[in-house]
């Protein structure tokens, strides 16, 4: 017959020496200054970048999104302000307009072509964002 389990026994403590280095971590080196200095510099540079990669799109949508507005009400393209949105946004709506042909409302164009390239800006912007991400993000 067993007398039991071996839990249920007292096993003899371990010597002094084993139970020390137990106890004791191992050292680590902290990071130098240079390295946690190089570390913040490369995450402040892909904030920035994603920032400006966001503005630039913004700028963008919104001008594209203004023309739409100003052609489909029907403002005056002689306009300061009318003719200066259009001259702005019209290198970015371009090589969309021979996609689709213009709409009529209410007897104004409204260019099918701008809301492609407001969608296609932004997908582009998304995918530069991302890319950014994973090529300058450090490594986990």
Known sequence: MSPGPNWLFRHPPAPPA????????????APSLLSRIARFLAFDIVV?????????????EAM?????????????AQAGFSSFVYRVSSPFVEPFHPV??????NQHPFEVGSLLAMVVYAALAYLAVRVVRIILSPRA
């Open 64 to 76: 594209v999104a203004l023309r739409i507005v100003l052609k489909v009400t029907g403002a005056n």
């Open 48 to 60: 920035r970048l994603r920032q400006l990669l966001r503005l630039a799109l913004l700028v963008v």
């Open 100 to 105: 689709f042909a213009d709409q009529s409302v």
């Open 18 to 29: 084993e139970r020390e280095a137990a106890r004791v971590p191992p050292v680590r080196s």
